[in-house]
């Protein structure tokens, strides 16, 4: 069924998306799981492949909240013309990236789950071509007891998801993308809290497999299981070597042939559990330049 021809009111296009990758799609915050407002067309029917599970939670657990951001037109005005042209250079697009420059409008909040990294009580959203900052407004106002951060990453051509540029691996810990560091005044509510931000291990593999659409830095879209356990894409060795040296138990799992389908391993993953209670892990708000 996901690839019919979506059709809405406002625009239609060819097909669904690979249906592929549930990070993108829901948000676990407390005891809600909620579907995203995604910014691609392909994905607007997409929160329907995890329906049923959603419908099984509900069923299952009386505290548990199934919700779903408004969705978004995607009108004609919700995007640049021409944003995507060939003719532009790299060059050009790291500075559309450095200068907050996406081929989202503000017309609408649209966000992908993939761009919200949750660290107890503050939420970090990636702007980028994904997600826009109308979006972290709705968030503001949705979660009011929860701080909502905007970062950017100027290294990025195409800044589609933040788990493979910044991914904290445990309180204190977070490793980035060196192609795409966090910008030095982006650093200060992390360097005021004693969190270290380490340059993620280089990927093992010079080009992504066939078919895929992904950047080779998916050796870094790895799942945290606990302040203490990784899973790693088998083949990346040398992200697994950097995980054991900074005091991970590494393990391994095969996914590099599913990357065409949409991701890795964070990626083809989402949370629908936890232990414990929420901790705030950024008491000193003092000077943050990126919150909301």
Known sequence: QWNQEIKTPDFRTESGMTQMPPR?????IGNEIMSSANAFRCRYFEYLAYWPLMNEYFEADPE?????????????????????DEKISLEERLVRTANKDFVTTEVEPMWDAADVMRMGKDLFIQHGLTTNRKAMEWFKRYYPDLRVHSLNFPGDPYPIHIDATFVPLRP??????????????????????????????KPAHDNPPPLCYSSVWLSMNCLVVDHKTVIVEESEVYQAEQM???????????LRDAYAFGGGLHCATADV??????????????????RV
């Open 64 to 84: 548990f909240k199934w919700s779903q951001a408004p969705r978004p037109r995607l009108t004609d005005k919700s995007f640049k013309h021409n944003y995507y």
């Open 244 to 254: 054991d040296k900074l005091g991970m138990n590494v393990i391994p799992v095969p």
């Open 24 to 28: 993108d799609i829901l948000l676990t």
């Open 172 to 201: 204190g810990l977070i490793i980035n993308n060196p192609h795409r560091p966090l910008p030095v005044e982006q650093r200060e509510i992390f360097e005021a809290n004693d969190w270290q931000i380490v340059e993620a291990a």
């Open 273 to 290: 559990y936890r232990e414990g209670g929420c901790e705030d892990y950024f008491p000193n708000q003092a000077g943050d330049t990126t």
